[in-house]
């Protein structure tokens, strides 16, 4: 007994008809789309606008993270005791502690 295997069902032949039979042989299929060639001029022009835009956006986006930066800094200075250490937590005595270290 042999293994089962998928087979591709054969496809008929295409009648030929038209410009596109004649060039073909008996069967084989042709694309009529054709790819359009744009002049060197044209995609040079759109080649540099493509740069440009690339650039103006690039730019606006170093602009808005450099001002979103800014936000952020300043939302974390704002408020906050200046503290001469290196932790970041800001140190801040409550009532009951000053009360406590001065035997109250």
């Given at each position: ?10 496809q ?33 022009r ?6 440009v ?15 979103l ?13 200046d ?13 009951v ?5 001065l035997?109250?």
């Amino acid at each position: 007994m042999q293994p089962l295997r998928a087979v591709r069902p054969a496809q008929p032949a295409r009648p030929a008809g038209g410009s596109a039979g004649e060039r073909a042989h008996r069967g084989e299929r042709v694309l009529l789309r054709t790819v359009p060639v744009l002049p060197a001029k044209v995609l040079r022009r759109r080649r540099v606008a493509a740069a440009v835009g690339t650039a103006l956006l690039t730019a606006a986006i170093v602009v808005l993270l450099g001002l979103l930066a800014d936000v952020a800094a300043a939302a974390r200075h704002s408020g906050a005791p200046d503290v001469s250490s290196t932790s970041r937590t800001p140190v801040v005595t409550s009532p009951v502690q000053v009360a406590g270290v001065l035997g109250g």
